[in-house]
């Protein structure tokens, strides 16, 4: 039988991690530490936001469960695509369908 090729090791990953590395809980031990999940990597949909048709209501801002979406404090900026998912969620409680969904293909072209 022919021996299977071997996987290329990831730097990040250690050796023999294992369970008994994961703190009690899964408890997060380092503050900020989410910032590093860009869970825009994986979105199959973007958020595009009509700023002519925009109101700053905030409604996108408080809703969405990424907070990608950016405030100066007075006015709803833009959508951080690096956390965005691509949920929809800032889509359909915009009141005034300032933003829409687009699939993500049609940026990689
Ligand atoms: S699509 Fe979802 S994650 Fe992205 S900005 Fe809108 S509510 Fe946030
Ligand atoms: S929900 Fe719509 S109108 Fe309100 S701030 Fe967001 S994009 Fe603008």
Known sequence: MDKYPEFPKEKHVKKKAGWKEIPIGGMITKAGSSLLNKTGTWRAFRPIKDDSKCIHCFMCYVHC?????R?????????DLDYCKGCG???????????????EAEFNE
């Open 65 to 69: 469960p990424e907070n990608a979406i």
């Open 71 to 79: 405030s100066d404090g007075e006015k709803v900026k833009d959508i």
């Open 89 to 103: 969620i800032c889509a359909r409680i915009c009141p005034v369908k300032a933003i829409t969904m687009k699939e």
